[in-house]
């Protein structure tokens, strides 16, 4: 491991923290704002997480890693839906169990 992968390490250990922080521990201001920022924060972690097992060739020898790393790419949609406050077809603003499954575009 190098500097680099160290410094790599260190980020994401410190976007879960501010993700989980973001969603507990601000208990003041716009909570919506601050739980889609949090939720956006960890998802970004793990994705850079999924590079850096990448870069150090750990997917070769543990393949299922994949599967918990690539699929977080699929959340990113309908959080930035529901970061702009819009509805979709029939009214409802936010996330729904939906829109997580499937990342579907809803038509307006």
């Known amino acids: ?3 680099i992968s160290t ?3 260190i980020g994401i250990v410190n976007g879960i923290l ?3 922080a973001l969603l507990f521990l601000v208990l003041r201001g716009n909570r919506r704002a601050n739980r889609i920022l949090g939720f956006l924060v960890i998802i970004m972690a793990f994705c850079i997480a999924g ?3 990448m870069s ?3 997917y070769s ?3 299922h890693l994949i599967l918990i790393t690539q699929p ?3 959340l990113f949609g309908p959080l930035r839906r529901a970061k702009r406050g819009e509805r979709d077809r029939l009214g ?3 996330i729904t169990t939906q829109d997580i499954m499937c990342n579907c575009r809803l038509i307006k």
Do not use: K, Q, W
């Open 56 to 58: 150090i060739d750990a």
């Open 51 to 53: 590079m850096l097992f």
């Open 7 to 9: 410094i790599i390490i």
């Open 72 to 74: 977080l790419l699929f």
């Open 61 to 63: 020898s543990y393949p």
């Open 18 to 20: 501010e993700g989980f």
């Open 92 to 94: 409802r603003a936010g």
């Open 1 to 3: 491991m190098n500097l």
